[in-house]
């Protein structure tokens, strides 16, 4: 078990830009989450995978986000057009599927938009 | 829709003492999960401890306790003999409809 692990750790990009980051959950975890979390705040639910399939995403996801888990098993998570309202820290999270399993985070990436 | 409120921002206490987080959520659900998180400044988010809503013992770990009141919607850490390794965020968060839902945040400082 060597953790959910999320790439880069930080991001520095321009607005307009588009930025990709990529999260690899806890080999065997068919869950997996992506939260955002602002300065201060507590982390915000953004979506969720159940395996492959995307099962829920929040209305904080605007069509300029998109999420992928194709196998199953690492994700991505796309943000087009960059505005510096999306500056905040992405974090991925995953865990086993079971009800009371609870989820376990990685380092998250910050992205920073200027 | 889930919601979990942490009405103290910020909290502080002396080394060796003992410390408590509140927290209330608001649901309609009779089945769920409740958790603490802890958030250091290396900023991986941790689990302290987890609460299942049908049990009516507290759940402990080590050092850290809950007082879960179910029916006033109450959730609360106790830390005691506090350690300088316990600053940090603590999050109290709240698992239904398949996801968390967290709270703003209490800031712990330890006081040496």
């Known amino acids: 078990d060597t953790g959910v692990s999320q790439n880069p750790r930080h991001k520095i990009t321009k607005r307009g830009q588009n930025v990709t980051f990529r999260c690899d959950p806890i080999?065997?975890?068919?869950?997996l989450y992506w939260y955002r979390q602002t300065l201060g705040q507590g982390p915000e639910f953004l979506t969720y995978?159940?395996?492959?399939?995307?099962?829920?995403k929040s209305r904080l996801l605007s069509d300029r986000f998109s999420a992928e888990r194709p196998k199953g098993s690492f994700s991505t998570l796309e943000i087009q057009r960059t505005e510096q309202g999306d500056s905040a820290m992405y974090l991925c999270?995953?865990?086993?599927?079971?009800?009371?399993?609870?989820?376990?985070f990685g380092n998250g990436t910050r992205l920073t938009v200027t | 829709a889930q919601t979990v409120t942490q009405s103290q921002p910020e909290m502080s206490v002396q080394e060796a003492e003992t410390v408590t987080l509140s927290c209330t959520y608001d649901?309609?659900?009779?089945?769920?999960?409740l958790f603490w998180y802890k958030q250091p400044p290396s900023r991986q988010m941790i689990l302290v401890i987890r609460?299942?809503?049908?049990?009516?013992q507290n759940a402990t770990e080590n050092r850290f306790s809950v007082n879960f009141q179910k029916a006033a919607k109450s959730f609360s850490l106790k830390i005691s003999d506090s350690q300088l390794g316990d600053a940090a965020m603590y999050f109290c968060?709240?698992?239904?409809?398949?996801?968390?839902?967290f709270g703003t945040g209490t800031r712990l400082t330890i006081i040496p």
């Open positions: 999270a995953s865990s086993p599927g079971m009800y009371n399993s609870p989820l376990h």
């Open positions: 080999s065997e975890h068919n869950r």
């Open positions: 995978f159940q395996n492959e399939a995307q099962l829920e």
């Open positions: 649901t309609s659900e009779s089945d769920y999960y």
């Open positions: 609460q299942e809503a049908y049990k009516q």
């Open positions: 968060a709240y698992f239904g409809n398949e996801k968390l839902t």
